[in-house]
Nanobody
Framework: QVQLVESGGGLVQAGGSLRLSCAAS????????MGWFRQAPGKEREFVAT???????YYTDSVKGRFTISRDNAKNTINLQMDTLKPEDTAVYYC???????????????????WGQGTQVTVSS
């Protein structure tokens, strides 16, 4: 069992920055890919970024160059540094952990076994 707790959401103007964090607990947390999805009102949950123990990362195209995912293995924590935010980044951001994540499935919600409660990110124009 893995528990995930997010923090760091909030309201920011377009062009600004926010940093999200997710702390994982559980004996095998380090074995999991950890990442972020987001869900805007009326839309399906979508993949944002994910990272594994060794630092392999995947990003969705819309955030490449603006968002950076990082991992602190000693603390079982991941961070998502979000820069140059746009109004279309507004969503609830969810932390997720998955055990069997590959280059062919990392963007599916069904790949991830555990989810956090979500944190709201609002970008005003």
């Amino acid at each position: 069992q893995v528990q995930l707790v997010e923090s760091g959401g909030g309201l920011v103007q377009a062009g600004g920055s926010l940093r999200l964090s997710c702390a994982a607990s559980g004996r095998t947390a380090s074995s999991y890919y950890m990442g972020w999805f987001r869900q805007a009102p009326g839309k399906e949950r979508e993949f944002v970024a994910t990272i594994n123990w060794w630092g392999t990362v995947y990003y969705t195209d819309s955030v490449k160059g603006r968002f950076t995912i990082s991992r602190d293995n000693a603390k079982n924590t991941i961070n998502l540094q979000m820069d140059t935010l746009k109004p279309e980044d507004t969503a609830v951001y969810y932390c997720a952990a998955g055990l069997v994540v590959t280059s062919g499935n990392y963007y599916y919600t069904s790949t991830y076994n555990y989810w956090g409660q979500g944190t709201q990110v609002t970008v005003s124009s």
